[in-house]
């Protein structure tokens, strides 16, 4: 089973991935106008066209998504994207012009240590890569370079302590056809934490398997952080409000997964969007989730859904990863948490 974005119907994810470069981009389009919604709780977002989907404003459909490597260099793949879009036709026909609308958001990878400028036709890569194929994860498109467990570097603050992670992806199946998916890149400052409260992939200690970040009083910390989470679902929520809530919502499986998170130096975003298909709104026993005196239950149950993909599709950008030898990195590496006993 399909367990990732392009479960949905008229959803297709392009990668480009530059394994030398440690960088990448990801991009997620749509066949249609989706709504779309977003939330950024991290202190150092940097996104793309995003102003006009906060409430008050007065359109919120969407192409498409993008997630790129490259610090705010990255934002340039939206040009890229955007002009590739308008030669295939695709966008509001406005007069004698196409107007792609696409939203974006960067991370700031371990390509940037690396010292090379982010290229924006990565974009386009991007987009001549889309497919309806289930969405590859780990160290592909913006997730190439990126890593968590950064808030203490090693050996005098010269070394990166972080863990290799990745895109993950995870869905939630609500009954009735309904379905919930997620797409994350992870990038995070703090580390990954199971359910269970375990670490799962973090910031490395010489003399013991982590660090944990409220035992830490020397801090040597990066900047290269964020966690960037694409939820999409077949599920007609009518108003950019009730999206709006589930986008919100959705940020609770970022504070599930990842701790600390929402710090100064993240960049923590979240895109939801809707195909818009199930407008029958039943539960697993095939009845109806609107409940009397309660008008926004199915929203909040889509809402803790999310939650739950963003926190899955985490863990999976994690349990996706490859180790990566780093010459910045603790030990020459960044390794997965598959390969870190």
Not at 233 to 246: G, S
């Amino acid at each position: 089973m399909n367990k990732t974005l392009t479960a949905l119907k008229g959803v297709k994810v392009g990668h480009s991935t530059h394994l030398d470069k440690l960088t990448g981009c990801t991009l997620v389009m749509f066949d249609d106008w989706y709504p779309t919604a977003y939330k950024s709780y991290g202190g150092a977002p940097g996104t793309f066209n995003t102003e006009i989907l906060k409430s008050g404003m007065s359109f919120y459909r969407s192409n498409g998504i993008f997630i790129a490597g490259g610090s705010l260099t990255g934002l340039m793949s939206a040009s890229e994207i955007m002009q590739a879009m308008i030669e295939n036709k695709i966008g509001s026909p406005d007069g004698k012009i196409i107007n792609p609308v696409i939203r974006g958001a960067i991370v700031f990878d371990l390509g940037v240590d690396l010292g090379q400028n982010f290229d924006p036709k990565f974009g386009r890569e991007a987009f001549e890569n889309l497919s309806v194929d289930p969405v590859a994860n780990g160290n592909v498109g913006a997730g190439t370079g990126t890593a968590v467990g950064k808030f203490q570097y090693l050996e005098m603050g010269k070394k990166n302590g972080g863990m290799k992670s990745g895109v993950g992806s995870a869905r939630i199946d609500l009954g009735g056809g309904s379905m919930i998916c997620a797409l994350s890149v992870v990038n995070a400052l703090g580390n990954v934490v199971k359910e269970d409260g375990t670490i799962l992939a973090g910031n490395r200690d010489e003399k013991k398997k982590f660090k944990v970040f409220d035992e830490t009083s020397e801090f040597v910390t990066s900047k290269t952080n964020t966690t960037i989470n694409i939820v999409g679902m077949n599920i007609d929520l009518k108003t950019r409000e009730n999206y709006e809530r589930v986008a919100h919502m959705a940020t609770h499986g970022q504070i599930r997964a990842i701790n600390p998170v929402h710090t100064s130096v993240d960049g923590d975003t979240v895109f939801v969007f809707s195909t818009e298909e199930n407008k029958n709104l039943l539960n697993k026993n095939g009845k109806s989730w609107e409940t009397p005196g309660w008008p926004l239950f199915s929203v909040d149950v889509v809402g803790n859904a999310a939650a739950k993909a963003v926190q899955e599709s985490i863990y999976n950008a994690c349990l996706s990863a490859e180790t990566i030898k780093f010459e910045q990195g603790y030990k020459g590496v960044i390794p997965s948490c598959k390969d870190y006993e």
